[in-house]
């Protein structure tokens, strides 16, 4: 009964101050003291006693009084700090403080008037005349996450009289968990875990005034929140950093691992772990380097998170980081003998983004996770979920990071070497069954996404053959099953129909020819498989060969495309290569679904080009490669079916097209998709209500610079040969023509070869405002005990019930 009392007290309290019209005076703390006295115990009591409407009627009706409220609580935070918060009783008014700031300042963020508000100086604080509101809010925060007794462990005796000063306390000393930068692992201690879990909730409230700023203003736009607390003023900065780090790479959710453990004791470091890294993620996307103060015109300083990132150099504190970033992608994807006996974690999505930095800021930690088969512990569970969530929309954006990624880490001869690793399947994916290596498991997980995603997922085409072609010259053995699949994806991709429905659909066969081609110039030895699948599906590539470019056959196939019935945004056709491997799915595994209906959905930022995304380098550029790959005599031996299209523009052929310049970037067309740059336009012509319509000129400016050269070589070289094996021997089994194309050589047959030319990432303006959006849209999401920011005017995304 006495806690309802309470409770009854300190709402009405709020409706004291909701009814004033008139200003209350700040001195009169009887009356400002019942808000953070001790009648409220947990987060989810002042949610649900302040309403927000309440406060955004206090925000219109009664302003000064609002400001005021804001004002005394910070000053009371102050307060504890100076009396170093030894009491239960402060420690319980420091928690109850931050918990009514949590509340109330998000419907003070989303009104762009209140901005300022925050910059301006305490009025009680005459001597620190010159500290505005968020600085003191911020040193007062980040002093109480090192507060012995109340967040941390006491070095030194206990007791209330021997608590060290918090203003002359280093913080280098309390360091949350061991890891990087320090070496000694304090012990645990529920309370001072939840304690700090509240304190972080709040600086995440401050930081959010970024999701109240429109999408495009977000770019140019200087959060002061994030500034100061990563900035050099902060003496907590370094700690800082340091605790929330260590404290999510050292978490272990399984524990000791035994069974059901999770079910008899409540975990309290998942929620800290959580917005440890929400808060981490958020602060290292705010790089200040090399940017002004809009209002003053002075260079910013640098973020020291960022800058700590980029400094960690050491084996040790790589693999530390490394481990406990795998340990947490793969617990939810952990198979047990007792059915939900272990404690699943889903931060998967937080992890990305904080993988995604880390890799961006330290190139040495990227080169380290490369140089093992440890950085297949990421490539997994990222299949993993791009293969679960290809029919949900509302996890669009899971998709997006994911392949960003893979994007990035393609870009490297080693995540391409690492590729050759058998798999071995331990987790029940809903994909075919197949014996071979991560590359097999990459295509037959990317062909998934592309035959059976959701329409959303389109603009990430380009990037999945990126990561494709990127990976092609390094792949030792592709199994029959992969080697299927890319040929169906060619013949889908090929059908006139669909290369003439958009300006940017040839681009997709260009990335497939171009990886056929890596695989039979570099990796010819090992791929019977692949040659074998190109032998049998031949007609693919004599169909492009003889594409029809003539305006009649053009408009007839798309006639005959739109009198099928309507397809959805990118029905692929089905071929018999599709089903000419039996395909039982993995035992155990569970189709991906669409989204429940109601589940809530942030929008996202457009996706960035491919071309915008990348730059072309070659692998391998020494500088007599031009010079040699010069008249190459093997083009002359082309067969007849290409004189009418792959040798029109015989001097040119595609792979020699990019010897100009090995660091051109891709054009594309405005359509947000990218792939080839071809010369001629890639427009057709307008039709009716600004459709868009094909041209012969438009389908003859690409149509002659298709790749085909190296791939008819092949097939009019060994054609023959395995027709004249299957007629002499009467061969009907597949596997002898496989043994004799394993024993073949095409060495002096095929013209010279091409030079590898890779895709490397690029950061750019288009994937920092993706990551962005996306990041924040997830943040909003996750918080929903409380929900910090439900119901108010998010400017930044929009949230969609699907």
């Keep these: 009964m006495g806690n309802a009392d309470t409770k009854l007290n300190f709402r009405k309290a709020v409706v004291q101050l909701t009814s004033k019209s008139q200003p209350i005076d700040s001195s009169d703390d009887s009356f400002w003291d019942q808000f953070w006295s001790e009648s409220v115990t947990n987060v989810q009591d002042v949610f649900a006693l302040v309403p927000g409407a309440e406060i955004r009627a206090l925000r219109e009706e009664s302003p000064n009084n609002l400001a005021t409220l804001v004002y005394k609580a910070v000053e009371k935070l102050m307060k504890t700090v100076d009396s170093s918060c030894r009491t239960q009783r402060e420690q319980q008014t420091a928690l109850n403080c931050a918990r009514l700031l949590t509340r109330v300042l998000p419907y003070m963020l989303e009104e762009p008037e209140w901005h300022g508000f925050f910059w301006s100086s305490l009025p009680a604080a005459s001597e620190n005349d010159s500290v505005p509101l968020a600085q003191s809010l911020i040193n007062a925060v980040c002093d109480l996450l090192f507060c012995p007794d109340f967040t941390v462990a006491s070095t030194k005796r206990s007791g209330p009289e021997r608590a060290e000063e918090l203003s002359s306390l280093d913080s280098c000393e309390y360091i949350w968990a061991g890891g990087v930068g320090f070496a000694r692992s304090p012990a645990r201690s529920a309370p001072h875990e939840a304690a700090r879990a509240e304190l972080l909730r709040l600086l995440l409230t401050c930081f959010s005034e970024t999701i109240y700023k429109p999408a495009p203003h977000t770019a140019t736009h200087h959060n002061k929140w994030i500034a100061y607390l990563t900035s050099p003023d902060n003496r907590h900065a370094l700690p800082l950093f340091t605790s929330l780090l260590n404290t999510v790479c050292s978490y272990d959710p399984v524990g000791l691992g035994l069974p059901y453990n999770h079910l008899l004791f409540a975990d309290t470091l998942e929620p800290l772990v959580e917005v440890a890294l929400q808060i981490l993620i958020v602060t290292l996307d705010h790089d200040t380097s090399n940017t002004v103060n809009e209002e003053t015109d002075e260079s910013l300083p640098d973020n020291l998170f960022i800058n700590y990132l980029s400094r960690i150099h050491r084996d040790e504190d790589f ?232 305006h009649a056959a053009i408009a007839r196939s798309l006639t005959a495309a739109r009198a099928r019935p309507a397809p959805p945004a990118l029905a692929l056709p089905r071929s018999r290569s599709a089903e000419s491997v039996p395909e039982a799915a993995m035992e155990g595994s569970r189709p991906a679904l669409p989204a429940e209906p109601g589940t809530l959905n942030a929008t996202l930022a457009d996706t960035p080009a491919i071309a915008t995304m990348t730059e072309r380098e070659s692998a391998h550029p020494p500088p007599l490669e031009a010079e040699a790959r010069g008249g190459s005599p093997g083009r002359r031996l082309l067969p007849t079916a290409t004189s009418d299209s792959a040798q029109a523009n015989g001097s040119d052929p595609a792979p020699d097209r990019h010897t100009v310049n090995h660091r051109d970037s891709i054009r594309v067309s405005s359509g947000g998709s990218g792939g080839e740059s071809v010369s001629g336009g890639e427009c057709g012509e307008g039709g009716e209500g600004g459709e868009w319509r094909p041209s012969s000129e438009w389908v003859g400016s690409w149509r002659g610079k298709l790749p085909l050269q190296t791939i008819m070589r092949l097939l009019q070289v060994l054609v023959p040969q395995v027709e004249k094996i299957c007629i002499d021997k009467g061969l009907t089994d597949e596997s002898e023509i496989l043994r004799f194309l394993q024993h073949g050589t095409l060495v002096g047959l095929l013209p010279v070869p091409h030079p590898i030319l890779i895709r490397k990432y690029q950061a750019n303006a288009g994937t920092a405002a993706w990551f962005r959006t996306y990041m924040w849209g997830v943040i909003y999401i996750r918080n929903v005990d409380p929900p910090i920011w439900y119901d108010t005017d998010v400017k930044l995304f929009e949230i969609q019930r699907v």
């Design 319 to 550: 693999q530390f980081a490394l481990r406990g970033v795998t340990r947490l992608l793969n617990n939810p994807l952990a198979q047990t003998y007792l059915p939900n006996s272990a404690k699943k974690v889903n931060l998967h999505q937080e992890l990305l983004v904080l993988f995604w930095k880390m890799c961006d800021y330290n190139k040495k930690f990227m080169y380290y996770v490369l140089k093992s088969s440890d950085v297949l512990e990421v490539l997994v569970p990222i299949l993993y979920h791009l293969n679960d969530s290809r029919a949900d929309q509302s996890r669009v954006g899971l998709m997006h990071i994911g392949v960003f990624i893979l994007l990035l880490l393609s870009g490297e001869r080693n995540f391409g070497v690492r590729m050759n690793k058998p798999y071995t399947a331990t987790i029940p994916m809903d994909i075919p069954v197949f014996t071979g290596t991560h590359a097999d498991l990459l295509v037959v997980v990317f062909h998934k996404i592309i035959t059976t995603g959701h329409q959303r997922l389109q603009p990430l085409f380009d990037c999945l053959l990126t990561i494709l072609v990127n990976v092609s010259p390094y792949l030792k053995t592709l199994s029959m099953v992969a080697s299927t699949k890319l040929l169906h994806l060619l013949e889908a991709f090929s059908t006139p129909w669909f290369l003439f429905s958009q300006p940017h659909h040839h681009h997709l066969v260009f990335f497939l020819l171009e990886m056929f081609n890596n695989m039979i110039q570099y990796q010819f030895d090992g791929n019977s498989n692949l040659v074998y699948t190109i032998i049998r599906k031949r007609s693919v590539f004599h169909s492009l060969a003889n594409l029809p470019h003539e």
